[in-house]
């Protein structure tokens, strides 16, 4: 496949880029400065663009198979995650290209609190990362409610840290999973995993849906 990642230098990103290239896909990997792709796999495509003008993802995403979206706002300003989702439909929807967005857990509803989003259950959002949980959730619904775009959203598990690619996980719709400990967590190469695994075989389009172990 012929792949565009946007936001291919943060931490989901890379792990996306270093999956699909691992698998034998062509990746574009968009960047606002070049310079932060020097150590991208080797035969990645370097191109600047930038998720917030609608005509950079409409043409950076044209021809290509898919766009898988791994963006995030600078810290302190994350309720402009919406404003940056909706400019990336709306290039998708130019161009007419799927896109996969890895979003964030906040709207997934609690394993044992029938009707509550995480984003309101202390246990697996807390404080310290409220806001960036908050724009996700505002993320999902605005996807939720676009029927133009061919999209699909991934819902990492609550605790999302650097660790192993084990492939060894399970997949969920619209509630969090959580391990024998009750634990909410999945490792980002694992979530790479996941979402190219969706990205090769679709099982999601226009629905989100969870991935942890």
Not at 111 to 127: A, C, M, S, T, Y
Not at 176 to 189: C, F, H, R, T, V
Request: glycine share 10%.
């Amino acid at each position: 496949m012929i792949i565009t990642v946007l936001g291919a230098t943060g931490s989901v990103g890379r792990r996306i880029v270093n999956e699909a290239v691992g698998r034998g896909h062509q990746i574009t990997a968009v960047l606002r400065d070049l310079a932060a792709g020097v150590d991208m796999p080797e035969g990645v495509e370097l191109v600047s663009g930038d998720v917030n003008n609608v005509d950079d993802v409409r043409r950076l995403s044209e021809g290509q198979d898919l766009v898988i979206a791994a963006i995030r706002p600078p810290e302190g300003e994350e309720k402009a995650l919406v404003e940056m989702t909706r400019n990336l439909l709306d290039g998708v929807i130019a161009s007419g290209v799927r896109v996969i967005i890895s979003g964030g857990a906040g709207g997934l509803f609690s394993p044992d609190k029938p009707g509550v989003l995480l984003i309101d259950d202390p246990r697996f959002v807390g404080e310290a990362w409220r806001d960036i949980a908050v724009a996700c959730v505002e993320q999902l619904q605005l996807c939720k409610n676009e029927q133009r775009a061919d999209w699909t959203y991934v819902c990492p598990s609550a605790y999302l840290q650097d660790g192993e690619r084990t492939g060894v996980f399970r997949l969920g719709h619209d509630t969090a999973l959580i391990d024998a400990d009750g634990a909410s967590k999945i490792s980002i190469q694992d979530l790479a995993v996941a979402i190219v695994d969706e990205a090769e075989r679709p099982q999601f389009r226009q629905r989100h849906f969870t991935v942890g172990y």
